[in-house]
């Protein structure tokens, strides 16, 4: 008995906390990608679209989560409360234990599940001669070069997007430029020096080409799916330095068509107001000092080493100092990686509110990165003369999905919002988006939650913030897994427990008329 009044006081220990006031209406709120590396800040800073302002009335009444503030941190607070590893690892429906970093733990382990088994399926593809791991490393192996010289970059006006700033609830464009295309790395600092990152991709390529063996293979489909964070590949460098394979006017494979097509994608999605500076964050991380208490219980964990100095075998975006990570039936990575999870914080604004208030994990915000991993995909050298945004199959998108997710550096709600827009549909419908795919104007942030409000509603039900639009958005994506013939969860995870002794996660409705004033 003693046990159960423990567990029900870890589940209930996020205060029910309504909002007074909370608004009647449906929320539009305001943010933006990409530095996986150290070394590379701020990349996608943009805009082409003319600036839509802001109501004050759209930024949420009730600042982070009162209820994580007032918490130490993790370890700490298990210690303090004698909660066990088993009850913060818990699957339950009903556990609503938070991370340091304000992510909901069942919901990150969710995730990693999911994307795990994509990974899974894509292994096991590979080894028995499935092309489409194979191409999409392809993609990475004979990108363009952006060098003009040996180590001068190509510059022009067409590779810049015009920079917007979240300012006093408006979005504004602020004069300067972003460089989006081309942008370049220390990583990959000369032609040379791409060239030999280069050809570590052709030589992946090469053995899958030139090995029918699945035993063989099995060794090179793993190599392909983890080659991108691997740091011998230096794809970040690679990424920054080059553009689409079909972009290179000397190749067979050249494709106009399917090169102006990519870019502008990227140009188009990278343009969204969600990708706006936030007071020195962005997309929904925060700026350095912003989140202190974030920052104090990293540091705890960090123990005075840098992010990029950690290295880890765990998969995905779920905390590795809260002893949850998924356990998995095969490596995923052959060496231990850098994780993003070590890097950023949780902002303070209406983008990290809509986050936050949605239950959606946040890792790094909105990724910019999923759709350059697109965009290089689907013009890719296999993909000459297809229609750009018929290029890929869902089956070849998770995979990308699983590759940024798996390493720890986007969650699948940012991830999500780079596939629809590639596809202009709702492939899937996370809680909110940067607005219409086509359009003078994106509208800032759209939310998909027309029932509670999620994106400016604060109040929280059982210990949770207004999780059911994002529920129903991982469920459309495993049933998606599903339907590949792969089960949504494997079949045990860390604490040994078969995913069949929890129960399903259930959808509680509470519109806004209901909530206490």
């Known amino acids: ?72 941190c993790l370890l700490e607070w298990m210690k303090e409360t004698q909660t066990s590893t088993e009850q913060v690892c818990s699957d339950d429906p009903r556990n609503n234990i938070k991370s340091d970093k304000g992510n909901y733990i069942q919901f990150t382990r969710r995730e990693d599940r999911l994307m795990y088994n994509v990974w899974q399926n894509a292994l096991q593809d ?101 080659a991108h964070v691997l740091s011998e590949y230096a794809f970040i460098g690679v990424l920054w330095s080059t553009r689409p394979a079909a972009c290179n006017t000397t190749a067979a494979f050249y494709d106009q068509s399917l090169c102006k097509a990519s870019e502008k994608y990227l140009l188009d999605f990278l343009s969204r107001d969600l990708f706006a500076q936030t007071g020195g964050g962005f997309k929904g991380r925060a700026a350095k000092g912003e989140n202190e208490r974030a920052e104090r219980c990293k540091e705890k964990v960090l123990k005075g080493r840098k992010w990029y100095e950690v290295l880890s075998m765990d998969i995905g975006i779920t905390e590795e100092n809260t002893k949850c990570s998924v356990a998995t039936e095969a490596s995923v990575f052959p060496e231990p990686v850098v994780k993003g999870t070590n890097h950023y914080d949780q902002a303070n604004n209406i983008i990290a509110d809509a986050y936050r208030q949605c239950g959606a994990p946040l890792v790094a915000g909105i990724s910019g990165t999923m759709p350059q991993y697109l965009a290089s995909a689907a013009a890719g050298p296999t993909k000459q003369g297809y229609q750009f945004s018929k290029a890929l199959s869902e089956k ?32 899937v419908t996370p809680p909110f988006d940067s607005g219409a795919f086509e359009g003078p104007h994106d509208g800032i942030i759209r939310c998909h939650d027309h029932e509670t409000h999620c994106c400016t509603n604060s109040t929280k039900v059982g210990g949770f913030y207004n999780h059911q639009v994002y529920l129903e958005m991982i469920q459309a994506w495993e049933q998606k897994v599903q339907e590949f013939g792969l089960p949504a969860f494997p079949a045990s995870d860390s604490s040994g427990k078969t995913n069949a002794q929890w129960p399903a996660p259930s959808l509680i409705r509470v519109p806004m008329s209901a909530l206490p004033r």
Request: glycine residues 4%; contains cysteine.
């Open 1 to 72: 008995m003693k046990s159960l009044l423990m567990l029900a006081a870890v589940w209930t220990f996020v205060s029910f906390s309504a909002c007074a006031g909370a608004p009647q209406y449906e929320s539009v709120c305001g943010a933006a990608d990409e530095t996986d590396c150290k070394d590379d800040s701020a990349l996608f800073q943009s805009a082409l679209r003319p600036a839509i302002r802001l109501e004050e009335n759209m930024r949420s009444p009730v600042e982070w989560d009162p209820d994580l503030l007032e918490r130490p």
């Open 396 to 427: 070849e998108v998770l995979t990308l999905m699983s590759m940024l997710e798996l390493a720890g550096f986007h969650a699948m709600t940012g991830l999500t919002m780079g596939v629809n827009f590639y596809y202009k549909k709702m492939v």
């Open 126 to 226: 590979c080894i028995i001669g499935e092309s489409y791991v194979r191409d999409i490393v392809a993609s990475f192996a004979e990108r363009t070069s952006c060098f003009k010289t040996e180590t001068e970059l190509l510059d022009d006006e067409s590779m810049y997007v015009p920079a917007k700033e979240l300012v006093d609830g408006r979005i504004v464009v602020n004069g300067e430029s972003s460089k989006v295309l081309c942008k370049g790395s220390s990583k990959t600092a000369s032609q040379t020096q791409l060239h030999v990152q280069l050809d570590l991709f052709r030589n992946l390529v090469s053995q899958w080409d030139h090995n029918g063996d699945t035993k063989n293979r099995t060794s090179v489909c793993k190599d392909m799916l983890s």
